[in-house]
T-cell receptor, first 116, second 121 residues
Framework: DVKVTQSSRYLVKRTGEKVFLECVQDMDHENMFWYRQDPGLGLRLIYF???????EKGDIPEGYSVSREKKERFSLILESASTNQTSMYLC???????????????FGPGTRLTVT | AQKITQTQPGMFVQEKEAVTLDCTYD???????LFWYKQPSSGEMIFLIY??????QNATEGRYSLNFQKARKSANLVISASQLGDSAMYFCAMREAFEAAGGTSYGKLTFGQGTILTVHP
């Protein structure tokens, strides 16, 4: 079974703090993704990585950065947390994929981050 | 412009009846893939069904089928014989090509807003 794990299910941080969200996958997948999920907006892609040390901006990268030093680990960093970053954060991974590939993305359980 | 649109914020269905969840998409690419995911209240994302843009037959997986109308750019999910356990949030998603630095093309998945399905006994 593919497993994608996230370091915390729930996290509460203060405005201005630096926040690290960690994601680990155990299936040797090349691609990893970070999404945030907000009511009425669905899942929006923040960043993704298609190889170690490689990263690409998604649709809403502002206020976030990422790190991928090892293939199995993809970290999302909030440099200075703000209240509008309160959200559910979902990590996902998949094999190398082309546009018409049927490979699914496997998701972690999510981290619900509250910034006060 | 919204790439994936799910116009039904919430849907209700009686147990054992069929229900259709709507999804329209917008792309100028010829090669793309369409997915449906289910998210129960526990939060995990469960892959349900896939349809490739070149597939001529509608995809089916058990009680799930995807009504693919390419000219209309719609990819509706049909759930037959609804069960109480089908109550969940459902997301439609589209994978399109993304060209990374260096010219390699990858697939990027974009999600719709989601539809909450409630199954009544």
């Amino acid at each position: 079974d593919v497993k994608v794990t996230q370091s915390s299910r729930y996290l509460v941080k203060r405005t201005g703090e630096k926040v690290f969200l960690e994601c680990v996958q155990d299936m040797d997948h090349e691609n990893m993704f970070w999404y945030r999920q907000d009511p009425g907006l669905g899942l929006r892609l923040i960043y993704f990585s298609y190889d170690v040390k490689m990263k690409e901006k998604g649709d809403i990268p502002e206020g976030y950065s990422v790190s991928r030093e090892k293939k199995e680990r993809f970290s999302l960093i909030l440099e200075s947390a703000s209240t509008n970053q309160t959200s559910m954060y979902l990590c996902a991974s998949s094999n190398i994929i082309l546009a018409v590939s049927s490979y699914e993305q496997y998701f972690g359980p999510g981290t619900r981050l509250t910034v006060t | 412009a919204q790439k994936i649109t799910q116009t039904q914020p919430g849907m209700f269905v009686q147990e054992k009846e069929a229900v259709t969840l709507d999804c329209t998409y917008d792309t100028s690419d010829q090669s793309y893939g369409l997915f449906w995911y289910k998210q129960p209240s526990s939060g995990e994302m469960i892959f349900l069904i896939y349809q490739g843009s070149y597939d001529e037959q509608n995809a089916t997986e058990g009680r799930y089928s995807l009504n693919f109308q390419k000219a209309r750019k719609s990819a509706n999910l049909v759930i037959s014989a609804s069960q109480l356990g089908d109550s969940a949030m459902y997301f439609c998603a589209m994978r399109e090509a993304f060209e990374a630095a260096g010219g390699t093309s990858y697939g990027k998945l974009t999600f719709g807003q989601g539809t909450i399905l409630t199954v009544h006994p």
